[in-house]
């Protein structure tokens, strides 16, 4: 079975939640650490409740919010323990969302794929200032 972790700094974690549940439904196999808040727990003991539960056939992907920061650092010594697991730090929504929404298996071929997508979907958008009369069109 495909498991997913969202974990960030703050209170990130949550609000990926709100809008994945808004996108996919809820229901999703994807669990949330918010770190460093005053609600959650340790973050060495949420993340040890997430792989505790992943059972030897499941794959795991993760997200993090920062390459290199103290939360893809702590997620990364503890996958290195595990197989199947592929971290991918840095995500956007759509990243997210193609990635849970899938039904292929989850091997490092598919996550490279997903990470390309999502690099090439980020745009910047142009704006323009003089309008047409055939513009306004577009914001009726």
Known sequence: MNKYLIATHGELAKG?????????????PISYVSAYTDETKELGDELYNFFDKLNIE???????????????????????????????AGFNLPVILETVL????????????????????L???????????????FFD
């Open 102 to 121: 899938s039904q292929e298996k989850i091997t490092q071929s598919f996550i490279e794929s997903v990470i390309k997508k999502g690099k090439d979907n």
């Open 16 to 28: 990926i939640q709100s809008t994945i549940e808004l996108f996919a439904g809820q229901g999703q």
């Open 58 to 88: 499941d794959s795991a992907v993760i997200f993090t919010d920062l390459y290199g920061g103290s939360v893809n650092q702590k997620v990364s010594v503890m996958a290195s323990e595990h197989k199947n697991i592929f971290i991918i």
């Open 123 to 137: 745009k910047l958008v142009q704006l323009q200032s003089d309008f047409s009369e055939n513009d306004q069109d």
